[in-house]
């Protein structure tokens, strides 16, 4: 039922306040008086001692659950001190790279049914490692083959290209990030700010969905662009490759997410007046570095849209010529959340101007369960 809504795409995006605020239900702590604020992870709670004597963790998905754990990386290593490393399912399969008894592999699925996903945990499982899922399907093959692990509790995602499902599956990563440092003293004053953050999450995307006539004017004017670029860099990395990937698979444009630390080995040869890139500059410790990534590449007269926190217009267009899309400030690692609505809305509206189908773009199915 897609309600006031012509798409599940666009039902699901704008239907992100109160998904995360059902991710979130029953697991995030007050505090009070004699309590510190917390998180509860009822599927983990059990195996938290574990997870944190791991050597490692290793995140394991494929296309936006991928870039899902690729957005909480930072703050897992941060608050668990543990080093954390990526996988595609597929790619760890085809090295049949090492998993060891001391790793905490952590298999994030929206479905809970990919094949590649799942094939790689019987090859973690079969490797002796603590296998956890983070899952939107109660009863999938993932949740029941994993040791333990979390339910995303999106609610049920239609659409083929997902949006719901990242931002929360983001949400419950940050806060097993908090779980496994719940019991380092040092960072309590860094825990509970993002756990304030978290309460005012939903209502901080709520606002940031009132960019979705600006997003769709953004779409008419990139209607006929072969290619789009999206330069992001630390916590906000992940958010130009699932932007990117949002654009390239529901309004079938080439477009690209690029680590803004790598633009001067390659993707700096492609700047001209006429291809539109996307930069994320959001406050956070990367800011002036990517100032000057945007001052680098409009030196190149390169055709620029500046992701930027409100307020910070000035400071971020050198010249005054490129587009700017102001986004609310949240805490830093939360940060991803809420960078990735204007691009999920500008992805939607290029595709309905294309003329393409949004919920079932071409080639390509919800749930894959083939290799
Ligand atoms: C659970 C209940 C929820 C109830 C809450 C009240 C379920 C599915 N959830 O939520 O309805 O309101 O207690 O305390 O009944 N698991 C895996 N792999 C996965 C995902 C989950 O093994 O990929 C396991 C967990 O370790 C846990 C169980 O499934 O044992 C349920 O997980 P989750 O729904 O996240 O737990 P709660 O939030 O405690
Ligand atoms: C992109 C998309 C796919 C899935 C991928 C993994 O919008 O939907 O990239 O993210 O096929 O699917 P799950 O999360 O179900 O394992």
């Given at each position: ?22 991710t ?6 007050r ?18 001692k ?35 490393t ?11 790279g ?12 929206q ?42 509790n999106?609610?049920?995602?239609i659409?083929v290209?997902?949006t ?15 779980a496994?440092?719940d019991?380092?003293?040092s ?7 993002i756990?304030d ?10 606002e ?6 600006e997003?769709?004017d953004?779409?008419?004017l990139?209607?006929?662009?072969q290619?789009l ?6 916590y ?35 700047v001209?007046?006429t ?20 001052q ?55 595709t ?20």
């Amino acid at each position: 039922n897609k309600g006031k809504y012509e798409h599940y795409m666009q039902k699901e995006i704008h239907e992100q306040p109160e998904s995360l605020t059902t991710t979130m239900r029953g697991r995030l702590i007050r505090g009070g008086s004699c309590k510190a604020k917390s998180v509860l992870l009822g599927g983990l709670k059990d195996h938290l001692k574990t997870i944190r004597r791991s050597r490692r963790i290793v995140f394991i998905g494929c296309g936006t659950s991928y870039n899902a754990a690729l957005a909480a990386r930072p703050i897992l290593e941060e608050l668990s001190g543990i080093p954390v490393t990526m996988e595609v399912a597929s790619d760890l399969l085809d090295r049949q790279g090492p998993i060891y008894r001391e790793d905490t592999a952590v298999f994030v699925s929206q479905s809970g049914e990919t094949a590649d996903t799942l094939q790689a945990l019987e090859y973690a499982l079969e490797n002796g490692a603590l296998c956890v899922g983070i899952t939107n399907t109660v009863g999938s093959a993932i949740a029941r083959n994993t040791h333990c692990g979390v339910h995303i509790n999106a609610g049920c995602e239609i659409g083929v290209a997902s949006t719901k499902a990242y931002t929360s599956q983001i949400v419950v990563m940050a806060m097993l990030a908090l779980a496994i440092g719940d019991d380092t003293i040092s960072s309590q004053a860094r825990r509970e700010a993002i756990i304030d953050g978290l309460f005012d999450l939903p209502g901080k995307v709520k606002e940031v969905l009132k960019l979705d006539q600006e997003m769709k004017d953004l779409a008419k004017l990139l209607i006929a662009e072969q290619s789009l670029l999206v330069f992001g860099r630390g916590y906000n990395y992940a958010t130009a490759l699932e932007g990117a990937l949002k654009v390239k698979e529901v309004a079938l444009m080439h477009s690209e997410g690029i680590l803004a630390g790598e633009m001067k080995h390659g993707p700096l040869a492609l700047v001209d007046e006429t291809l539109p890139i996307v930069v994320i500059a959001t406050r956070d410790a990367c800011f002036s570095k990517q100032q000057s990534v945007i001052q680098q590449l409009h030196a190149r007269k390169g055709r620029l849209i500046v992701m930027c926190t409100e307020g910070d217009a000035a400071s971020v267009c050198v010249g005054g010529s490129s587009r700017v899309i102001e986004v609310p400030r949240v805490e830093d690692c939360l940060q991803p959340v809420i960078n990735i609505v204007p691009l999920q809305l500008l992805a939607y509206h290029l595709t309905v101007l294309r003329g393409y189908n949004v919920d079932q773009p071409r080639n390509l199915a919800k749930s894959v369960t083939t290799q």
